[in-house]
């Protein structure tokens, strides 16, 4: 059924156990957590699946190792269960990748080095390889390219990495094989209540970003998933004198990352400055053929769709990298740069007569019109965020309890003896798990665009994978404008052309290229 079709057709649904408002990790995991339970749902996605947020992180799946400072043995373990699951249901886009601590001070290898070992041993069976105290030369043999001058040598210990946004289409396409509809461009624009008690309903109000048309879809319970723009959502849903009234959930904090070359640091291993000059934190994580750097931590009050990078953020990324590796690294270095904005929890009250729980890193809260709104948390647990929502749902009674079906692979997960290409190599064909044979049936299988490209692929993504426009393909389906904005601008006409083809529809191709010159920093060092 084509997209347009499936618009249409949401008002012949009827009404729907669940609706989720938001297509990032939190919300498809929702949907899909639910659709499993054999409840039917329907995901709407303002913009394009994990288009926020979500494409946007360090591209690590990780345990929290700041927790260890904490003392909070219990969300350390949690996380390092759920790494090791999400590790297991999508191996062609979730691996193991051993990281390295360089020591310059006597004392840093055996301090860091004794906290990972609790790591290890709170990971247990999910452990992925033990920490290793290195010496010099094991040192320089992991990374290469790490600054040699007063190197004594480093603590290796393993977390996990993947590709985040491709992920996010994983978990579409798994929870509309489990029976949901999930739809991009699909912007809900008011949200009522129609009945409460023991017969809960409410009327979704929903808009067709691409096409133009309106319908309405009727839901026993809507979860509002919608990153850090829920507060917006929550507010919309209340009644105009309680509009502004309840506390925010979201405090905002942006993230910025810069892409290099790999050789700035071959190998690999990813590099970990555990404290900056400034008590942050430097990441330095091989990635898809390129170099990850980052990230800042900065609040800003403001939730733009394209946040630009501070100046002060990229001088420290930039300076702090230089300082980590052999060779200084400029501006004209970077390929690409991006920003990421984080939901962190804000701690609310739920609005009149709501209640409220506050769960590890992230918070769910129902409403008194039934509402329940998810935020903050991490890709790593974006399961346990899932069936936390999902219990909410079954207390406050907006849904029959039913059991977690557990175990499940995500759509195009190879079998555990298939040998698996690592994430940091070139992007490739690999990516596509089982589903190659699918994307080489597609026309134009030997007609490489560029960076790994087929014409294939993007045939691909717009009869699979949901794509509408040039950015889809380009910033999602496959990662160029992450790894080489100028390289996606050379590539934009050609997938333009191919999704015209396919669509008939607008590829957006001038937003895009806009767009690429966001990705690069700007000339005016003081911009």
């Not at 491709?166 to 579409?172: K, P, Q």
């Given at each position: 059924m084509k997209r347009t079709e499936l618009f249409e057709s949401l008002p012949d649904l009827g009404v729907v156990d669940l609706a989720v408002v938001g297509g990032g990790a939190t919300g498809l995991g929702v949907a899909l957590d639910a659709a499993l339970r054999g409840f039917s749902v329907v995901l709407l996605e303002s913009?394009?699946?994990?288009?926020?947020?979500?494409?946007?992180?360090?591209?690590?799946?990780?345990?929290?190792?700041?927790?260890?400072?904490?003392?909070?043995?219990?969300?350390?373990?949690?996380?390092?269960?759920?790494?090791?699951?999400?590790?297991?249901?999508?191996?062609?886009?979730?691996?193991?990748?051993?990281?390295?601590?360089?020591?310059?001070?006597?004392?840093?290898?055996?301090?860091?080095?004794?906290?990972?070992?609790?790591y290890d041993l709170l990971a247990g069976s999910a452990g992925l390889g033990r920490t290793e105290f290195l010496s010099l030369?094991?040192?320089?043999?992991?990374?290469?390219?790490?600054?040699?001058?007063?190197?004594?040598?480093?603590?290796?210990?393993?977390?996990?990495?993947?590709?985040?946004?491709?992920?996010?289409?994983?978990?579409?396409?798994?929870?509309?094989?489990?029976?949901?509809?999930?739809?991009?461009?699909?912007?809900?624009?008011?949200?009522?209540?129609?009945?409460?008690?023991?017969?809960?309903?409410?009327?979704?109000?929903?808009?067709?970003?691409?096409?133009?048309?309106?319908?309405?879809?009727?839901?026993?319970?809507?979860?509002?998933?919608?990153?850090?723009?829920?507060?917006?959502?929550?507010?919309?849903?209340?009644?105009?004198?309680?509009?502004?009234?309840?506390?925010?959930?979201?405090?905002?904090?942006?993230?910025?990352?810069?892409?290099?070359?790999?050789?700035?640091?071959?190998?690999?291993?990813?590099?970990?400055?555990?404290?900056?000059?400034?008590?942050?934190?430097?990441?330095?994580?091989?990635?898809?053929?390129?170099?990850?750097?980052?990230?800042?931590?900065?609040?800003?009050?403001?939730?733009?769709?394209?946040?630009?990078?501070?100046?002060?953020?990229?001088?420290?990324?930039?300076?702090?990298?230089?300082?980590?590796?052999?060779?200084?690294?400029?501006?004209?270095?970077?390929?690409?740069?991006?920003?990421?904005?984080r939901p962190l929890v804000a701690a609310p009250e739920a609005a009149e007569g709501g209640t409220k729980v506050l769960s590890r890193e992230h918070t769910v809260v129902v409403d008194a019109n039934g509402l329940v709104t998810v935020t903050g948390g991490k890709w790593t647990t974006y399961r346990a965020m899932a069936v936390d929502v999902l219990e909410r749902c079954f207390s406050s009674r907006l849904l029959p309890a039913r059991a977690e079906v557990a175990g499940k692979v995500l759509l195009g997960a190879e079998a555990s003896s298939s040998p698996i290409t690592p994430l940091y190599a070139e992007p490739g064909i690999h990516l596509y798990g089982t589903e190659v044979p699918q994307v080489l049936a597609c026309p134009g299988s030997d007609v490489v665009l560029g960076a790994g490209l087929t014409e294939a692929m993007v045939r691909y993504a717009t009869r699979f994978e949901y794509a509408q426009t040039v950015e889809d393909v380009l910033a999602r389906r496959w990662r160029v404008l992450f790894l080489d904005a100028a390289e996606a601008a050379r590539l934009a006409p050609q997938v333009a052309s191919i999704l015209v083809e396919e669509l008939g529809s607008d590829p957006e191709l001038a937003h895009f290229q806009v767009l690429c010159n966001h990705y690069l920093p700007s000339k005016d060092a003081s911009s």
């Amino acid at each position: 059924m084509k997209r347009t079709e499936l618009f249409e057709s949401l008002p012949d649904l009827g009404v729907v156990d669940l609706a989720v408002v938001g297509g990032g990790a939190t919300g498809l995991g929702v949907a899909l957590d639910a659709a499993l339970r054999g409840f039917s749902v329907v995901l709407l996605e303002s913009h394009d699946f994990a288009s926020g947020t979500s494409s946007r992180s360090t591209k690590l799946l990780h345990g929290g190792v700041r927790y260890l400072a904490q003392g909070n043995l219990s969300l350390v373990r949690e996380a390092l269960a759920e790494r090791a699951t999400v590790l297991r249901i999508a191996p062609h886009l979730a691996q193991p990748l051993p990281f390295v601590m360089p020591s310059y001070r006597w004392w840093q290898t055996p301090f860091y080095g004794l906290g990972l070992k609790l790591y290890d041993l709170l990971a247990g069976s999910a452990g992925l390889g033990r920490t290793e105290f290195l010496s010099l030369e094991e040192t320089l043999q992991a990374l290469p390219g790490v600054q040699p001058n007063g190197l004594r040598g480093g603590v290796k210990y393993w977390d996990g990495q993947f590709d985040d946004a491709r992920l996010a289409l994983a978990l579409a396409r798994s929870a509309e094989a489990a029976g949901a509809r999930v739809l991009n461009y699909a912007e809900v624009t008011a949200v009522r209540q129609i009945s409460g008690g023991d017969n809960p309903l409410s009327s979704l109000d929903v808009t067709d970003r691409r096409g133009g048309t309106n319908a309405v879809v009727q839901a026993r319970c809507v979860v509002n998933a919608t990153g850090v723009w829920v507060d917006a959502l929550r507010d919309r849903t209340q009644p105009p004198a309680s509009q502004g009234a309840a506390s925010r959930m979201v405090s905002p904090s942006q993230g910025v990352h810069v892409v290099v070359d790999r050789d700035f640091l071959p190998g690999g291993h990813a590099l970990l400055v555990p404290k900056t000059r400034d008590g942050r934190v430097l990441f330095a994580v091989p990635w898809l053929g390129k170099l990850v750097l980052g990230t800042t931590d900065t609040p800003r009050s403001d939730l733009p769709r394209e946040p630009d990078a501070f100046v002060e953020e990229l001088n420290f990324i930039l300076g702090e990298a230089s300082k980590a590796l052999s060779r200084p690294v400029r501006r004209e270095d970077i390929r690409s740069l991006w920003v990421g904005l984080r939901p962190l929890v804000a701690a609310p009250e739920a609005a009149e007569g709501g209640t409220k729980v506050l769960s590890r890193e992230h918070t769910v809260v129902v409403d008194a019109n039934g509402l329940v709104t998810v935020t903050g948390g991490k890709w790593t647990t974006y399961r346990a965020m899932a069936v936390d929502v999902l219990e909410r749902c079954f207390s406050s009674r907006l849904l029959p309890a039913r059991a977690e079906v557990a175990g499940k692979v995500l759509l195009g997960a190879e079998a555990s003896s298939s040998p698996i290409t690592p994430l940091y190599a070139e992007p490739g064909i690999h990516l596509y798990g089982t589903e190659v044979p699918q994307v080489l049936a597609c026309p134009g299988s030997d007609v490489v665009l560029g960076a790994g490209l087929t014409e294939a692929m993007v045939r691909y993504a717009t009869r699979f994978e949901y794509a509408q426009t040039v950015e889809d393909v380009l910033a999602r389906r496959w990662r160029v404008l992450f790894l080489d904005a100028a390289e996606a601008a050379r590539l934009a006409p050609q997938v333009a052309s191919i999704l015209v083809e396919e669509l008939g529809s607008d590829p957006e191709l001038a937003h895009f290229q806009v767009l690429c010159n966001h990705y690069l920093p700007s000339k005016d060092a003081s911009s």
